[in-house]
């Protein structure tokens, strides 16, 4: 059984910093995207950031680009956003998912596998 196991949210001042991590079990997705997504209370599920399943390629949301890193290790598994000068209206629950194929993807219907999210709540 797939599962995505989000980590490292929590409470955070403004201009601070954060690093989520999410690891997969159940299969190693190392031919596949992946993918970081948010939703705040009443808004659709919004892209974050993309990774292509080397590495190699990545995307942003224009309202992170400069500020946000996403990082892999398919050694391990893993996938990570590095979060630098977080602001309030970056506050939501973050999701990681897979993507159904090799390259990077911004939309949802492109992701295969979701994880359940971790809260992120910036403070101002």
């Known amino acids: 059984q797939v599962q995505l196991v989000e980590s490292g949210g929590g409470l955070v001042q403004s201009g601070g910093s954060q690093t989520l991590s999410c690891a997969a079990s159940?299969?190693?997705?190392?031919?596949?995207?992946m993918g970081w997504f948010r939703q705040d209370s009443g808004k659709e599920r919004e892209f974050v950031a993309t990774i292509s399943a080397s590495g190699g390629d990545t995307n942003y949301a224009d309202n992170v680009k400069g500020r946000f890193a996403v990082s892999r290790d398919n050694a391990k598994n893993t996938v990570s956003l590095q979060m630098n000068s977080l602001k309030p209206e970056d506050t939501a629950v973050y999701y990681c998912?897979?993507?159904?194929?090799?390259?990077?993807?911004?939309?949802?219907?492109?992701?295969?596998?979701w994880g359940l999210g971790t809260q992120v709540t910036v403070s101002s």
């Open positions: 998912a897979v993507g159904v194929g090799r390259h990077i993807f911004t939309a949802t219907s492109y992701a295969e596998y």
């Open positions: 159940g299969r190693t997705f190392s031919s596949r995207a």
